[in-house]
């Protein structure tokens, strides 16, 4: 049975009368007359009971009258459902950040948007460094990502929403807890715990560039999985770690300091990034709500 077969069906079933049927679905009483007698050849069954004075359900007709109307409640359903995406107001996107620094603008712009349009939900990954994050979206596995990048992929699309600065988070029993500004060639003989090399994490790639451009290598003694158990170890007093003063906020550990590095021209961008081309109109209605909630910072911000 064909959901346009129900409604004739549902239509004389609650009206039991052909012509009343006919005017409620705008067409002609005989063809009405027609589609129900070639609805009850197709099932084999007769559907209505009729006299030239009324038209009654049979049993066959009585047992049809759920079934009918739940199909044409899912065709409303699905109708609405695809409306409703088409619109950008239900969508799963999928969300990649690296939470020691993004997850509380992630965290901003999810709850936003979820106040805005809950028919979209998030599949959210919090441990997505710039590469693999920029990877993913081109390959189409993340619809949405925060990352670093030097040089803007064509392919990609993205927008300033935080400026990072290079920091030192230390134990504040170390004899530079003290100091409102650190020079990077100070931290030439100390013991640094570090993120790992890879994935490849612009962190880690700060930390080897400015200890370089000091005149020194970095003396690693030891690679934590995140930015947390690093500032553990810190209170615990292993070590200093060369960080972003937003990853050194939001993980910040009693028994530890954290110190703004004497550097100039080393600030870090986040982008909130997507495919240039993403076609995804869920992904627009977020992109909207993110140009509230996370406003565009300059990419040329510098501590002052």
Known sequence: MEVQQARVFMALA?????????????????????????????????????????????????ALFEPARQMIGLQRVAIDSVKRAAAGEVGQLDFGFARSSSRGIAASLVAAAYEDH???????????????????????????????????????????VLIEHPVVTLPDS??????????????????????????????????NRLCHNAGFSPRVILELPDAQTISALIAAGMGLTITFDSVATSMREPGTVTIPLDVV???????????????????????????????TVSSTSERT
């Open 265 to 295: 021209g080393e600030a870090s961008v986040v982008y909130l990034a997507h495919l240039r081309t993403h076609g995804s109109a869920s992904l627009s209605a977020v992109l909207a709500i993110a140009e509230t909630v996370l406003p």
């Open 14 to 62: 609650e009206e039991l009368h052909f012509g009343r049927a006919a005017q409620r679905l705008g067409m002609g009483q005989s063809l009405l007359s027609r589609m129900i007698r070639q609805l009850e050849d197709e099932l084999g069954a007769t559907l209505f009971q009729r006299t030239t004075r009324n038209v009654r359900l049979a049993p066959a007709g009585l």
């Open 118 to 160: 809950p028919g979209i939900t998030f599949g959210i990954e919090s441990n997505v460094f710039a590469d693999e994050g920029l990877t993913r979206l081109a390959d189409g596995s993340l619809d949405l990502a925060l990352v670093r990048w030097t040089r803007q992929p064509p392919t990609i699309a993205g927008r300033a």
């Open 174 to 207: 170390h004899r530079l807890a003290r100091r409102k500004l650190l020079r990077v060639d100070e931290l030439a003989n100390e013991d640094l715990l570090s993120l790992p090399a890879n994935p490849n994490s612009t962190l880690r790639e700060t930390t």
